[in-house]
């Protein structure tokens, strides 16, 4: 009967080897696969990353794009160092529109960057000529305060009374350009 019992051992031990060869090579076989799903879960996420991250650039793209203009035209409000030139300059071409002689005094520019830049000018010409260039300055796209503003009646005789009523009226004026930066470094 031992050897009844050897036998049937020994006839059962390779099929249990080939069982146990076989689960483990399923089992193997199982967490690969598992791992590499797991590898592949981690990819879609990342790439679904870089999806997003695309479509969120092209999106701030064509709205950096549809903001450009309006962009530019806040820009052109505010003046710095380099660009002052322009507000001079304008102010220089409405005393050519409205017939009255300019002369600027003088100009101070704030070092602490927020006080804006400070202009002292003069203008002579007829009083509708200098109010209209008031109202013009006024309307520059630029903030304007006026801070002060003196405007007088001159009593200078002249022969030519033409001359005279064309410059008769003559103004101070120190207005502040609110929308100045100062970008001097120091």
């Known amino acids: 009967m031992k050897i009844k019992y050897k036998k049937l051992i020994f006839s059962f031990l390779p099929i249990a080897l080939a069982n146990i060869l076989v689960f483990s090579g399923w ?8 791992a590499q ?5 981690e990819a879609r996420l990342n790439l679904a990353l870089v999806e997003k991250k695309a479509a969120d650039s092209k999106s ?17 409000v505010f003046l ?14 409405l005393s050519g529109q409205t017939g009255v002689f300019l002369k600027l005094n003088s100009i101070n520019v704030g070092k602490d960057g927020g006080s804006g830049a400070n202009f002292r000018f003069n203008v002579s010409g007829d009083f509708g000529g200098i109010f209209k260039y ?4 006024e309307n520059l796209p630029y903030k304007v305060s ?3 503003s003196y405007i007088q009646l001159n ?32």
Not at 134 to 137: A, G, K, N, T, W
């Open 37 to 41: 799903k797991e590898k592949i879960a």
């Open 134 to 137: 008031l109202e013009l300055v």
């Open 155 to 186: 009593e200078e005789t002249s022969a030519d009374s033409e001359q005279k009523n064309k410059a008769r009226w003559s103004a101070d004026f120190e207005i502040i350009l609110n929308s100045f930066i100062n970008d001097e470094k120091d």
């Open 80 to 93: 710095n160092n380099e660009t002052i030139i322009k507000f001079i300059k304008a102010l220089e071409n």
């Open 146 to 148: 006026v801070k002060k």
């Open 27 to 34: 089992f193997y076989l199982f967490s690969v696969i598992g």
């Open 60 to 76: 701030l793209k064509s709205l950096m794009e549809d903001i450009a203009e309006k962009r530019g035209k806040i820009d052109d």
